[in-house]
């Protein structure tokens, strides 16, 4: 599998379309996946009914450029913002890869996370990416890194059991050949929950690399991997909201 992951990658690398010759100004990209079982099991939004399998399956939060020193740039153009029209061959796909859950809008606006994702880290990055490769790379991305399906060759699955932090960051280190960055949340019970995982690569978006630094610290030791989501939650949801 790793050798199809790095195949793939390469065929990646020649779809990157490039605005200059210069060097990137930052340092490396996050690329940031999120599981959204632990969106629902936190309550901190609306859970919206599942589109497609996105409610069992990771989902692609963004590519954001960053610095050593921890800091990133963000909102780099104000006068080349999101343009629907400039991906509108790929809206479908991002419609199913990328959806937005309750915890950026609620109800769910996929347009609002791509216009946001672009505009912040987007235009940061536009020696690399006009706006079409920049969401056709996180496609490509989404597509050859299966993350559920490594880690269920681990034996480790989204049955709200607990997995250590360093098994779930090793199964992906075996494919990848370094290890991620992984975030947690809380659920209702307060119990450290897999939430997000950040992979590291280099500042042209070609080679995966260690992470200088990783946002493990809100996580412990063992961590619960929530189910997905049920398609009927976002009544439940709203049901609980409106009764606060």
């Known amino acids: 599998m790793r050798r199809n992951i790095i195949v793939s990658f390469l065929i990646l690398q020649i779809l990157v379309v490039s605005s200059s010759q210069s060097a990137p100004g930052f340092d490396f990209f996050y690329w940031v996946t999120y599981w959204p079982g632990a969106i629902c099991t936190s309550q901190r939004g609306c859970c ?13 939060h ?4 960053q610095f050593n020193n921890g800091t990133w740039p963000a909102f780099c153009d104000q006068t080349n913002l999101f343009d629907i029209s400039k991906v509108s061959d790929i809206v479908s796909r991002m419609e199913k890869k990328w959806t937005e859950w309750g915890v950026w809008a609620c109800p769910s ?18 020696s690399l990416f006009d706006q079409h490769s ?27 059991g607990y997995y250590g932090l360093e098994e779930i960051k090793n199964a992906i280190k075996g494919e ?15 119990k450290k929950q ?3 995982i950040y992979i590291c ?14 946002p493990d610290r ?14 009927d939650y976002l009544a439940e949801s709203l049901s609980v909201m409106a009764s606060i």
């Open 218 to 231: 809100s996580c412990g030791s063992k961590i619960k991997f929530p189910k997905s989501p049920k398609k």
């Open 62 to 65: 963004g590519l954001w450029p």
């Open 176 to 190: 990848l050949g370094f290890a991620p960055g992984i975030q947690c949340d809380v659920d209702v019970e307060g």
């Open 109 to 126: 606006n996929e347009t609002k996370l791509w216009e946001h994702e672009w505009n912040k880290h987007g235009t940061c990055v536009q």
């Open 194 to 196: 897999l939430f997000q």
């Open 201 to 214: 690569l280099d500042n042209y978006a070609k080679e995966f690399v260690e992470c200088p630094y990783v």
């Open 134 to 160: 920049y969401f056709h790379t996180n496609l490509k991305l989404r597509q050859n890194l299966d993350l559920l399906n490594i880690f269920k060759q681990k034996g480790i699955k989204p049955d709200d």
């Open 48 to 60: 919206p009914p599942a589109k497609g399998n996105t409610a069992s399956d990771f989902v692609i």
